[in-house]
């Protein structure tokens, strides 16, 4: 006896409620996690004084991070901010004809915001990538018996950026104490509860993941 057409429209649509269950059940759990995989990535660990601020070179995010330190500077946190050069330009300016280095607009915003040109320190040679800043600024540190060392970067980076500095110093015998904050500057980033529904969070987020995995196993 054939099935009568409502029977096969219920069948119908159990088979699509059943596949759909799992799928909202995924979804539910992950905006529960989500945030809190952001929220993971921030750590913070400011400091009253210290010797000196280190901005780490984040290409287009030295707007923030530059902010963030000229204000630690002008607290009277550091007599002085410290520059590192991943040797990236930015794009064509018009006005100068050129693809000025990043570092050079860091610079030129530390000094708008209040920042004396001969508080700033940019340090050569070139580093790409966390652990190469890590090294130079631990060989700066040794040479000049600095105590403490307060780093400025973005929200997401922190936590990374804190482990690789602590990894590098301690293996090299290192003894200045390190502190870190985010340049948030008021706002919440990473978004934590919806970066995973933009292009910027899923770099930001999912990516600094992708970066930490590779980072505690290379150092």
């Not at 159990?14 to 921030?42: C, G, N």
């Amino acid at each position: 006896m054939a099935s009568s057409p409502a029977r096969v429209n219920r069948a119908a649509d159990f088979r699509l409620l059943k596949s759909v269950i799992p799928f909202v059940a995924i979804l539910l759990v992950w905006t529960l996690v989500a945030p809190f995989l952001a929220e993971r990535l921030i750590v913070a660990r400011p400091m009253d004084h210290a010797d000196a601020i280190l901005v780490l070179a984040g290409s287009s995010a030295y707007l923030k991070r530059t902010k963030k330190a000229a204000f630690l500077y002008k607290e009277g946190v550091a007599p002085s901010v410290l520059l590192t050069n991943d040797g990236k330009n930015a794009g064509w300016s018009q006005k100068e004809q050129r693809n000025p280095p990043y570092v050079e607009l860091a610079t030129r915003r530390l000094v708008a915001q209040g920042v004396p040109e001969a508080a700033i320190e940019i340090f050569s040679p070139q580093v790409s990538g966390t652990i190469a800043e890590a090294k130079l600024l631990g060989k700066k540190a040794a040479e000049r018996r600095w105590k403490s060392l307060l780093i400025v970067t973005s929200a997401h980076h922190t936590r990374r950026a804190l482990r690789t500095f602590e990894s590098v110093f301690a293996a090299n015998g290192v003894e200045t104490q390190i502190g870190i904050v985010p340049a948030l500057n008021g706002e919440k980033m990473p978004p934590a509860s919806y970066w995973w529904l933009t292009a910027t969070g899923w770099q930001d987020v999912a990516g600094e993941y992708a970066k930490s995995a590779y980072y505690y196993f290379a150092y």
